[in-house]
């Protein structure tokens, strides 16, 4: 598995395991040169959207990734986690809808977080 894949899929499911809302993926890799992959979550509150980000950031560093930086945090509305390849966005319901990024980068490819990681398994094998 490649060093992004990886990390999207350690992120994805300890989100997954935390309880963040609506997860998204977007393979932005043909569109830009800043990242292959973003990761959107929502958060209920902003103490839930700290722990999202925490949560990430320690199964990340289980397997050895550390991040560039993280942006947000002490506010809470958007945490923006710097992965290098994949760039981790964290929001309050409030700041997903106002920012959009869904619609921001529409011409990347939409993909479904639980078919993503299913790719990923069944590559290993």
Known sequence: MDRSRQIACTAIASLEDHKGQDI???DIHDVTVIADYFIIAGGSNINQVKALADHVEE????K??????IEGYNSASWILMDYGDVVIHIF????????D??????????MDPQTFMQEEAQEEV
Do not use: C, P, V
């Open 92 to 99: 309050s319901k409030e700041s997903r809808q106002f920012y």
């Open 101 to 110: 990024l869904e619609r921001i980068w529409r011409d990347g490819k939409n």
């Open 24 to 26: 998204r993926i977007i």
């Open 59 to 62: 199964a990340l560093g289980r």
């Open 64 to 69: 050895g990734f550390t991040t560039s930086r």
